[in-house]
């Protein structure tokens, strides 16, 4: 979200409102959950929060907003928990693959889906020929907690097709 633009064309947050962020919407995306033995049994259930009220905030904020229109070049991880694999995001992708131009609160909602705390995140894209291609999504921390390994080979393979 530090690299989505505002109506002016500006940061829509700079690192020093990201505490606020958190302070005001903490108590709703993680509000206080059940103890004793029926929170213990929902909690083997499933997600142990709804992410309703994260999906709420993340998709007003970042509107129709697509990964090709970041400020900066990005990379995010996420997990495909139906393939099987890892799906990751980038400027670079976005602008070479349409299907991988998802909007921006997709990809984020998706990336912060840690499994035993929020759910899954499924959407659907199109690819240039007009198919749909569907994303079943979880937090990008299980396949990279730190992606820039992934970064540095985005970097190279744009710098060797000379788009940077």
């Avoid at 409102?17 to 033995?37: M, S």
């Avoid at 890892?86 to 990809?107: E, G």
Wanted: contains cysteine; glycine residues 6%; charged residues 20%.
């Amino acid at each position: 979200m530090l690299t989505a633009p505002n109506a002016e064309g500006r940061p829509l947050f700079a690192a020093k409102d990201i505490n606020k962020f958190y302070l005001e919407h903490c108590p709703n995306i993680f509000p206080a959950v059940c103890k004793g033995p029926l929170g213990w049994l929902k909690s083997m259930m499933g997600p142990k929060y709804s992410g309703h009220h994260l999906h709420k905030v993340v998709k007003e904020l970042l509107g129709d907003t697509r990964v090709n229109e970041t400020l900066k070049n990005i990379v995010i991880p996420t997990f495909d928990i139906k393939l099987l694999q890892p799906t990751i995001f980038s400027t670079y992708d976005a602008m070479r693959d349409v299907s991988k131009n998802a909007l921006l609160s997709d990809v984020c909602i998706s990336t912060s889906a840690a499994p035993t705390y929020l759910p899954g995140h499924h959407f659907e894209t199109k690819d240039k020929d007009g198919k749909t291609r569907a994303f079943n999504l979880i937090d990008g921390g299980v396949v990279a907690n730190n992606p820039v390994t992934h970064a540095n080979t985005l970097t190279r393979q744009a710098s060797l097709m000379g788009a940077c």
